[in-house]
């Protein structure tokens, strides 16, 4: 078994979760960490994690997947935090399995599946979702009275403890699947309440220092630019070759343009 703990967070997940925890069966400890849905998330947890942890949140920090860290009982020093609506890939599971361990973390590439086909090009998401608990948090930043804002850390890394500052992070190369768009009015829902967010983070200028010194340069700059929707449909259609998924990659690529005219607008309002 890979000496790892897992930790799924979910909110009414039935239709992924077992997917999703099935893939995981080659790590030692499985959590499944719920926000008190009404579906059967809680069964199908049952079935295949070694513990379900029902969490509400109290309004205030650390939100779900600090409080995670800071109050479940982990049985390994690394975690690896998956969302429900994601699955591992076998290539990823080897590559996790012949790992030394000698980074504090390690970032992980999220391959998007739109209407069910897995995209093999466009924007590729990379997550620091695996890594030393003594090591890395989760930051807190000033977003709590933002409109947007909820119960789970939003987007952006987390980060290096300061006693910790200049330990090297390493990057998987093999992906794990996101199932992005299945639940397409859940999705637009989603991203009008990031869009709200990310705009009231930009405003404020609360977003927390990325760990990779590039990342950050580069979201300092995309963040002030204002043609962003324009940048990031091009960047996933054409710099990032996502035509070569055909229909699927052209509507991913418009679906950036969308989120960035969304963040445009709320921006506006400010």
């Not at 997917?19 to 069966?25: D, E, F, G, Y």
């Not at 299945?182 to 009231?200: F, K, L, P, S, T």
């Not at 760990?211 to 710099?239: G, L």
Request: charged share 30%; net charge neutral.
């Amino acid at each position: 078994m890979i000496p790892v703990s897992a930790i799924v967070t979910t909110y009414n997940e039935e239709k992924n979760l077992g997917r999703c925890l099935r893939s995981l069966k080659d790590f030692d400890q499985i959590i499944v960490v719920d926000s008190n849905s009404t579906d059967r998330t809680h069964d199908i947890a049952r079935e295949y994690a070694d513990h379900l942890e029902v969490f509400t949140w109290n309004g205030q920090y650390p939100k779900k997947r600090q409080w995670c860290l800071e109050n479940l009982k982990i049985a390994h020093q690394y975690v690896f935090f998956v969302d429900g609506d994601e699955e591992i890939t076998e290539e990823l599971i080897e590559e996790i399995r012949k790992l030394d361990f000698s980074k504090a973390g390690y970032f992980v590439k999220g391959q998007y599946v739109w209407k069910d086909k897995p995209l093999k090009h466009g924007l590729v998401n990379n997550k620091l979702v695996l890594f030393d608990i003594t090591k890395i948090e989760f930051p807190v930043v000033n977003d709590l009275d933002m409109k947007g804002m909820g119960e789970m850390e939003g987007h952006y890394q987390p980060i290096l403890k300061p006693e910790y500052k200049g330990k090297t992070l390493g990057k998987i190369q093999n992906s794990l699947l996101h199932y992005a768009y299945e639940d397409r009015q859940g999705w637009y829902q989603r991203h009008q309440r990031y869009a709200a967010w990310e705009a009231a983070m930009i405003k404020r200028d609360a977003y927390p220092q990325d760990p990779n010194p590039q990342r950050e340069t580069f979201k300092k700059i995309f963040r002030k630019i204002p043609i962003r929707p324009i940048i990031a449909f091009c960047h996933s259609y054409f710099v990032k070759v996502g035509f070569l998924d055909g229909w699927a990659g052209y509507e991913f690529a418009k679906s950036r343009y969308d989120y960035y005219i969304l963040v445009k607008e709320y921006l506006s309002r400010q």
